[in-house]
């Protein structure tokens, strides 16, 4: 257990969002649900091309402060 610091994924960030969703956890956590959430209230499809969406919009926990 090594990697245990936090993201933040702000779905206010995303241009096409105007939903206020904040997601933080580790960052498989936040992409496994932040990938869930796009699919389900954004339509986005699911799969590698939108985790890397999401990827781009990581912040880390410490720098959102
Ligand atoms: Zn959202």
């Known amino acids: 257990m090594t990697e ?5 994924l ?3 960030k995303h241009p096409n969002s105007k939903c ?3 997601i933080a956890g580790t960052e498989a956590e936040v992409l496994e649900i932040g990938e869930y959430h796009a699919a389900s209230k954004h339509g986005y499809a699911k799969g590698p091309e939108l985790r890397k ?3 781009s919009f990581l912040k ?6």
């Open 20 to 22: 206020s969703v904040t």
């Open 53 to 55: 969406e999401l990827q």
């Open 10 to 12: 702000d779905c206010r």
């Open 4 to 8: 245990s610091k936090r993201v933040v």
């Open 60 to 65: 880390e926990e410490s720098l959102v402060r």
